[in-house]
Antibody
Framework: EVQLVESGGGLVQPGGSLRLSCAAS????????MSWVRQAPGKGLEWVSV???????YYADSVKGRFTISRDNSKNTVYLQMNSLRAEDTAVYYC????????????????WGQGTLVTVSS | EIVLTQSPATLSLSPGESATLSCRAS??????LAWYQQKPGQAPRLLIY???NRATGIPARFSGSGSGTDFTLTISSLEPEDFAVYYC????????FGPGTAVDIK
């Protein structure tokens, strides 16, 4: 069974840092495309970052230069290092996996974690 | 940057009625479009991928259509559990989501 479990959220002051983790089971993260998606309180979904099978990474303009996505294949875990945090980064952060068949991956998230709340406030 | 626009923002319907949700892209995205359903306090659930393919376990009353810039999600006969927020999403410079359409009970 595919499972994604996020951790690492919490309260942090503006300008601070936090590292989120997404532990995967039931599949191999290095064989998939993995993303982080966030949702501010009462707002819509915002894609944050993706790491592809080959290791290429992409970021939303709103976090570029401040956030870094990475993975540890030995732990089957994806990370999101968040630096220079701002109040507007306050959100539930979800880890999500692209839908992949034997022949291709689709830009659609077929599995999501339960989310971890990040609150940036003094 | 490709922007997704969803309409209407809110759709008020009764159970048993049909729902038609629209998603428009500012530039062509081929068929690289997905639809999600989200209920309060839950993670989103994938409904449709590649514009018209139902994800595993999704009931047949959900259908997607369109390509290029105009896409539609249709729910043929609303069940009580279908009242939720629906998002479209495409791939461009990563991924982007539309602002969502809330389907609520009339």
């Amino acid at each position: 069974e595919v499972q994604l479990v996020e951790s690492g959220g919490g309260l942090v002051q503006p300008g601070g840092s936090l590292r989120l983790s997404c532990a995967a089971s039931g599949f191999t993260v290095s064989s998939n495309y993995m993303s982080w998606v966030r949702q501010a309180p009462g707002k819509g979904l915002e894609w944050v970052s993706v790491i592809y099978r080959g290791g290429s990474t992409y970021y939303a303009d709103s976090v570029k230069g401040r956030f870094t996505i990475s993975r540890d294949n030995s732990k089957n875990t994806v990370y999101l290092q968040m630096n220079s945090l701002r109040a507007e980064d306050t959100a539930v952060y979800y880890c999500a996996r692209d839908l992949c068949s034997s022949t291709r991956c689709y830009p659609a998230f077929d599995h999501w974690g339960q989310g971890t709340l990040v609150t940036v406030s003094s | 940057e490709i922007v997704l626009t969803q309409s209407p923002a809110t759709l008020s319907l009764s159970p048993g009625e049909s729902a038609t949700l629209s998603c428009r892209a500012s530039q062509g995205v081929s068929s690289d479009l997905a639809w999600y359903q989200q209920k309060p306090g839950q993670a989103p659930r994938l409904l449709i991928y590649d514009a018209s393919n139902r994800a595993t376990g999704i009931p047949a009353r959900f259908s997607g259509s369109g390509s290029g810039t105009d896409f539609t999600l249709t729910i043929s006969s609303l069940e009580p559990e279908d009242f939720a927020v629906y998002y479209c999403q495409q791939r461009s410079n990563g991924r982007t989501f539309g602002p969502g359409t809330a389907v609520d009970i009339k």
